[in-house]
């Protein structure tokens, strides 16, 4: 008898463990969006192909589409099917502090995942990685960061191309003088008006700004490199409900046949506006990243 009441005990208790994230208390974001009714996803508008305006003004792209399987998991999550989903555009400088202030809930665009960056705010699991370079005009005759001595430079206020290339400058006695884009079409601009002689910044956003330039032609990315990046979804600090589901969300969906489909669709395929192809292989560390989730910070 007393074995029995010691099972039924036990299976009591395993059930309580078993049901109790059911019943867990809602905090932070998914309390805030259970409140309000909607989820707040914020966007870039020129950051191609992650997260940009296609030409009815509507943000489309590669982080768009990988967020969309969170907003999924959220309204399953929450049992609310009819959640109401605002598209909020961001700038390289004002994303962190719209998300500290409860502005935005989610950041998908094209955001490099720092240690730095981790004292301020979280990520979800890695959906990309770049290299941190510089795009150039082929009549320039520049090959090297070197060559760039003395020249104009752009980049994007607010990215981690920023103070990579201050710290170059240091360690390689170079001087360049940065004139900064509010966005990645604005510094492009810069260089294809011949105001500056390069733009640095992540290979695959000068890759993109490149494909769809009126002249593709007139521009190569420098093979050099500043530093390899991640990318991920930017999340609140300390909101441990949240990211969990984010984590376990994007993690079953890099593990299965569909990351490579959203893959293909943007980076092996013809994307909007221009049907252009960036013909962008997957690398072996991305394919590591997706068969081994990770939040790991640069």
Same mark, same amino acid.
């Given at each position: 008898m007393k074995t029995m009441l010691t099972a039924v005990a036990g299976a009591v208790v395993a059930l309580g463990f078993a049901s109790a994230p059911q019943a867990q208390e809602l905090t932070g974001t998914l309390k805030k969006i =259970?409140?309000?009714g909607q989820i707040t996803? *914020?966007?870039r508008e020129s950051s191609i192909p992650f997260s940009y305006l296609d030409d009815k003004q509507q943000p489309i792209g590669y982080s768009m589409d990988i967020c969309a399987k969170v907003v999924d998991a959220v309204k399953a999550e929450l049992k609310m099917p009819n959640l109401k989903v605002v598209y909020q555009p961001v700038t390289s400088s004002n994303r962190i502090p719209l998300l500290q202030n409860g502005t935005i809930d989610i950041e998908c665009g094209s955001t490099t995942n720092s240690v730095e960056r981790q004292k301020l705010v979280a990520f979800g699991p890695t959906y990309f990685r770049i290299q941190v370079t510089a795009a150039v005009k082929k009549s320039s005759g520049i090959n090297t960061l070197a060559e760039l001595n003395g020249k104009n430079i752009s980049t994007t206020s607010g990215t981690t191309a920023v103070p990579l290339l201050k710290n170059y400058e240091k360690? =390689?006695?170079? %001087?360049v003088k940065e004139i900064?884009?509010?966005d990645h079409a604005e510094s492009f601009l810069l260089l294809v008006e011949d105001r500056v002689s390069a733009f640095v910044m992540d290979d695959i956003l000068l890759a993109g700004q490149i *494909?769809? *330039?009126r002249s593709p032609g007139d521009f190569k990315i420098l093979t050099e490199s500043l530093r390899g990046e991640p990318y991920g979804p930017m999340l609140r600090k300390d909101d441990p409900q949240f990211k969990a589901l984010v %984590?376990?969300?994007l993690s079953a969906l890099y593990k299965s046949p569909e990351m490579e489909r959203i893959y293909n669709k943007w980076y092996m395929?013809?994307?909007p506006p221009k049907g252009v192809n960036l013909n962008f292989p997957m690398t072996p560390q991305l394919k590591a990243d997706f068969a081994n989730p990770n939040d790991k910070g640069v």
């Open positions: =259970r409140e309000t996803v *914020a966007h360690t =390689r006695s170079i %001087d900064y884009g509010k *494909a769809n *330039a %984590d376990r969300t395929s013809p994307i």
